[in-house]
């Protein structure tokens, strides 16, 4: 099941305003990976983030990963309306059938112009 | 280069009906995940193949769910008898490996059962 927390789970906002979204696991993990999955489209990889502190911009977006590699925020500086989308971060944690990827609820953006 | 390729991309059958779902990964991709996602969840892994070996089934209802990979290539996730609780997407996945590589996944296919 999943074991990664993820909130807000829905998040509007005027376009322009900035949005983040947190993530939270009760273990730590090996890694974390950000996807976006439009509406009615499927997941698209974003980032992975390793290493304890890491910090990864691109563009709008700044990831990071917590020093205790327990939890993960992304924050979008002025939104548009092309980053509506479910943002979901995965956790990777080693179970009995070796590293597996533990996606969270996901965080729905909604931006309006 | 062609992405994850799944067929079909919606399926309707009533209770009790068997249903198949076809899923091609990107070449030259080792590692091949089924998930499935309900409506305002995220990706749950239902199983994972390196190459044509399950690794990780840990989570696939048994009793009415299968999957083959026979080639370590194409895959099918079976379900037999379907119930009116898998109605969801059934998202395939690839990655190069099952370490730190991003996974690519495909379009889905949308079950609904009546």
């Known amino acids: 099941g999943q074991q990664v927390m993820q909130i807000p789970q829905y998040q509007h906002v005027q376009e322009g305003e900035d949005f983040t979204t947190y993530c939270n696991s009760s273990t730590t993990l090996s890694n974390i990976q950000w996807y976006k999955q439009r509406p009615g489209g499927h997941p698209v990889f974003l980032i992975q983030l390793v290493k304890s502190g890491e910090v990864k911009k691109q563009k709008r977006l700044t990831f990071q990963f917590g020093e205790a590699k327990k939890n993960s925020s992304l924050h979008i500086t002025a939104t548009q309306t092309t980053d509506v989308g479910t943002y979901f971060c995965a956790g990777r944690q080693y179970s009995n059938s070796g590293y597996a990827l533990n996606f969270g609820k996901g965080t729905s953006l909604l931006v309006t112009p | 280069e062609a992405g994850v390729v799944q067929s079909p991309r919606y399926k309707i059958i009533e209770k009790k009906q068997p249903v198949a779902f076809w899923c091609n990964p990107i070449?030259?991709?080792?590692?091949l995940y089924w998930y499935l996602q309900n409506l305002g969840q995220g990706p749950e892994l239902l199983i994972r193949?390196?190459?044509?070996?399950?690794?990780?089934d840990s989570q696939l209802p048994k009793d009415r769910f299968s999957a083959e990979r026979l080639k370590g290539v194409d895959s099918t996730l079976k379900i037999q008898p379907a119930e009116l609780g898998d109605s969801a997407v059934y998202l395939c996945?690839?990655?190069?490996?099952?370490?730190?590589?991003?996974?690519?996944f495909g379009p889905g296919t949308r079950l609904t059962v009546l």
């Open positions: 193949y390196e190459n044509e070996e399950a690794v990780d």
């Open positions: 070449s030259g991709h080792n590692t």
């Open positions: 996945a690839s990655s190069l490996g099952s370490g730190t590589y991003e996974q690519f």
